[in-house]
């Protein structure tokens, strides 16, 4: 461990309370009485230069604070006047924006359809609950997206998801639970659509096949199967 600190006002103070036992006691711990002296005039030089870097940094805090209320009130009063600017565009026409020489609004875009679930997997609770997780990119700016899921018993049915597939809800999360999977089912397939109020992504399916473990426990792997886009 070091005997001087690290920091440059420790150290100021560390040589500023030992300097009067180092000149009291100069021959006797090594020293000279003349090193102490220069010890001492440097101390005195430090501490001053790190009163003068503390009143730069005060002055500096305070220059910045008095550039952030100066900018904050310059953009109050830019904005102000770039509402007025709209306003008479919207009125007057889009020659407004030319005038001012500041860009038209633009033209939103339609938010795209949502995304396709994928990366399934699923997990057997203690009761028995099938837990499911997915993953889904949806594009920037969506909102509201919910995930329906259907589900199909030991892969029966040969149509479409409104005929072999029972509905079991929806989820505003990546995650849904089925706590009716019937006992002594061997696989189940799923079906999961995302949708928004005016756009529906494509469903993706999966299975869920049921097992027994080495130790005679139940478990559930998960078997990706399609994605098709919506109707």
Sequence with gaps: MSVVPGKAIDKVQFYETHITPWAANAVAIGTTAALVTDLTTKTTAARAAYGAQQSVQAAARAATLSLEAAVAAMGSAGAAIINQIRAKAASAGDGVYAL??????????????????????????ADGALGLKWKCVNPVGSVGTIYQVWRRINGAGTGGASVDFAYLGGSGMKRFTDSTVPAGSAAVTYQVQAVRSTAVGPWAQFNVNFGVSGGGSMTASVEPMAMRRAA
């Design 100 to 125: 001012a020489q500041i860009p038209a609004p633009a033209t939103p875009t339609p938010v795209g359809t949502p995304g396709t679930p994928t990366g399934f997997s699923a997990s057997l609770g």
